[in-house]
Every structure is written in structure tokens, then in C-alpha cells.
């Protein structure tokens, strides 16, 4: 079943340690989401969840399980700069609103997830370093 959970304040977690899964599946954020220098032992599931803040903060994490973030919509900008996913990181049918950051990422599993549909964005993977066999990630 899915979490169906509203948060209409900030939520703010800096420099925490997820051992169980984190399940955020159809949440809805209405203010400024943070998840800075954290990791995740567990797989991680925002599928289906909606970010409303200026801000969704996802930079410097490490995700050892399953990410996913499919279907996905971010209305305001995006950072995902300097996280490590070492399993796959499922970003399939996001949509983007604004600025989204994926520059300094390691993609150690192959991440052919990442079909995103940009409105009126900028997408930057530049430096990101990735096993995949499409080719160098790049900005677009």
C-alpha cells in the first residue's frame, strides 16, 4: 500500500543514517524538502510524490539500495549534486519544472532510468560518472 502522506512545513534531515527502508511513495511535499549527506542502507521510494517547495535538497547522499522516484513532480529547482547510487537509480517519468542538478554524481549500476520530461528547466549531469552503456552523461 502506499504512504499517502502531506507535509506542509519544511522537512530537514542532515548528516542521518537510514538503516530500514525510507518510504515516501505519492507524498506531498508543499514546502522545502532536505536530504543533505545522508545514506541509506535500504532501498528509498519517493515514487509518485509531489515536491511543491522552492527547493528539493538531495545533494552529497549515498544510496545503497533501490532509489526510486519514478513519476515524480518537482515544481521548483533540484539538486542531486555529489550522490553516490550504487544500486539502480530509477528517475523514469519525473517531471522537472525547474533547474534540476545531477553534476559530481557516481552511477555505479547501470541507470538507464532517467527518462525525465524537462518544463522550462535546465538538466546538468556534467562530470557525473556512470557505468552505463549509453554513453557519457551530459547537460542538456
Given amino acids: 500500500y502506499a504512504i499517502k502522506t502531506v507535509f506542509l512545513r519544511p522537512v530537514t534531515f542532515i548528516n542521518c543514517k537510514f538503516k530500514a527502508p525510507v518510504l515516501f511513495q505519492e507524498a506531498k511535499f508543499f514546502d522545502n524538502v532536505t536530504f543533505v549527506n545522508c545514506s541509506f542502507s535500504d532501498e528509498v521510494n519517493f515514487a509518485g ?46 517531471y522537472f519544472n525547474r533547474n534540476v542538478n545531477f553534476s559530481s554524481c557516481n552511477f555505479s549500476a547501470v541507470t538507464h532510468q532517467l527518462k525525465i520530461i524537462l518544463q522550462a528547466g535546465f538538466a546538468c549531469f556534467f562530470t557525473s560518472n556512470t557505468n552505463s552503456t549509453s554513453g557519457s552523461p551530459e547537460c542538456c
Fill in 49 to 94: 510524490s509531489i515536491f511543491k517547495g522552492e527547493l528539493s535538497d538531495f545533494k552529497e547522499n549515498s544510496y545503497e539500495k533501490k532509489l526510486r522516484f519514478t513519476s515524480s513532480q518537482f515544481y521548483g529547482n533540484v539538486n542531486f549534486m555529489n550522490n553516490v547510487f550504487w544500486n539502480i537509480a530509477a528517475f523514469n517519468n519525473c
